[in-house]
């Protein structure tokens, strides 16, 4: 057995033996909601009698940052710079979790405690995304011990507000650009897209979410004496919306739109197959923009979603013609498209089909940017090669996620490469009750990327 054969075996040994368990154990067992004010010391707590620890076994040195915004949860950078000469690789990760919501989750599983069954671990956080950090930096450490060494400099950035925004880290970001400057960024989170088939993310979709709304009057009226007769503002917001798309979803906005999708993107889109796992979800391949894949409209076209929609107390109505009317809409878009474009292209569209009377509102601080790292950079084809070397299958290269990632944050402010390798699935019930991870796929994670850390230190330790 070769040297990295022998990492690979032993990261992959981690599951075999219940010791990656037991780490997730104590990381699990600190309840780290970030969107509970009163959670604050244990954000703290988790880098400091979790992470830190961790690090100095490898040899890191590691400092814990305030966020630099009110409200938000502390960050932990750790170096280990083993030659300046050698290249440096960033990993990141969030500490923090949604809600707990312990009262749903299934009778014998507790979000705070590791629950195995099966092939399946249970807890909050072990899919989003403690589980998936833990992963990386348990790699790195097998790999260390096997070689001595890692032939390469790492640093390692753990914030956690990643669930209520990402609070702080531009701001961190741009004022440790130094500390954290890199070659390459290589982390995990969000789900691979197929279970059975590792892949690579070089980014991700953005997002713009905004309100379309109408006050007529105060007060509703009697719907028996006065409908027919005033104004309906759910009726006029209903109309307003239509004009945006056809009856069947396609986007008449044209500012929205990419002009196409790039040759190189769309080549790498055709080894993307998406399946929901799901019966109940139904894709129409005449939903949407009409000569697309539905790949192509996941990962390389502009969506356009209604996310709520109000008029009244639906819940409880009253015979009334109701004074005004609400829509909470939402536009992903990749990095093809121009998002300063959208809301200016929006406002023109409603105007010219008779809707000045519907206002819109952009909702602060719920614009995400895109990013995509060029599939040509080094950096992506070194990743791929390993990958395949060690599963004997090439991975799923995918331009970009269909989701949030703060991808486009590192790239501006560190200008690296920003390189997503997922260690969960869609069905891990991130956000929701009974959390969890699969051990297969943990344990073809660790082994993937012990070899990654393999071969990118053998640069360095020749």
């Known amino acids: 057995m070769s040297s990295r054969e022998q990492a690979v075996a032993a990261a992959q040994g981690l599951v075999d033996s219940g010791a990656f368990v037991e780490i997730l154990r104590g990381r699990i067992a600190i309840p780290t909601e970030s969107q509970e004010p009163d959670r604050h010391a244990d954000l703290h707590r988790y880098l400091t009698d979790q992470i830190t620890p961790a690090l100095a076994d490898m040899g890191f040195d590691s400092r814990i940052l305030p966020n630099p915004e009110p409200g938000g949860g502390p960050f932990l950078i750790g170096t280990r710079i083993e030659d300046p000469a050698l290249p440096t690789v960033l990993t990141y990760g969030h500490g923090d979790v949604v809600r707990g919501i312990p009262e749903q989750w299934r009778e014998g599983l507790d979000p705070w405690t590791v629950a195995v069954e099966g092939d399946r671990w249970y807890g909050r956080g072990t899919a989003d995304n403690k589980g998936q950090h833990a992963l990386v930096l348990a790699a790195l450490n097998e790999v260390l011990k096997v070689r001595g060494r890692l032939g390469f400099n790492v640093k390692v950035l753990i914030e956690t507000s990643e669930e209520i925004g990402s609070t702080g880290l531009d701001q961190l970001l741009e004022t440790e650009a130094q500390a954290l400057a890199a070659d390459v960024l290589i982390a995990s989170d969000g789900p691979r897209l197929v279970v059975e088939r590792p892949d690579v993310k070089l980014g991700n979709r953005g997002s713009v979410t905004f309100d379309m709304h109408l006050t007529l009057r105060e007060g509703s009226r009697h719907s028996g004496h006065w409908g027919g007769v005033l104004e309906d503002p759910a009726i006029i917001l209903a109309q307003a919306l239509s004009c945006i798309t ?59 979603i209604v996310l709520a929609m109000l008029s009244g107390r639906p819940e409880n109505p009253v015979n009334g013609v109701q004074p005004a009317a609400r829509a909470r809409c939402q536009i992903r878009h990749t990095v093809d498209a121009d998002a300063q474009k959208f809301m200016p292209a929006l406002r023109r569209h409603l105007d010219a089909h008779g809707f000045d009377m519907v206002e819109v509102e952009e909702l602060p601080g719920n614009r995400f940017p895109p990013w995509r790292t060029d599939p040509d950079d080094p950096w992506v084809e070194e990743v791929l090669a390993s990958l395949t070397r060690t599963r004997g299958e090439r991975p799923i290269l995918m331009p970009n996620s269909s989701g949030g990632l703060p991808s486009e944050i590192f790239a501006r402010h560190l200008g690296c490469p920003v390189i997503w390798i997922p260690h969960s699935y869609g069905g891990c019930r991130q956000h929701g009750p009974d959390e969890h991870m699969l051990a297969p796929i943990v344990r073809e994670g660790l082994g993937l990327m012990a070899g990654l850390f393999w071969d990118i230190g053998e640069r360095g330790t020749k």
């Open 246 to 304: 056809s009856p069947r979803g396609e986007i008449l906005i044209e500012d929205w739109l990419p002009r196409d999708i790039p040759p190189r993107i769309r080549a790498a889109i055709r080894d993307i197959r998406v399946d929901p796992s799901d019966p109940s979800l139904i894709m129409p391949e005449d939903w949407g923009q009409p000569g697309l894949t539905t790949p192509e409209k996941m990962y390389g076209w502009t969506s356009f």
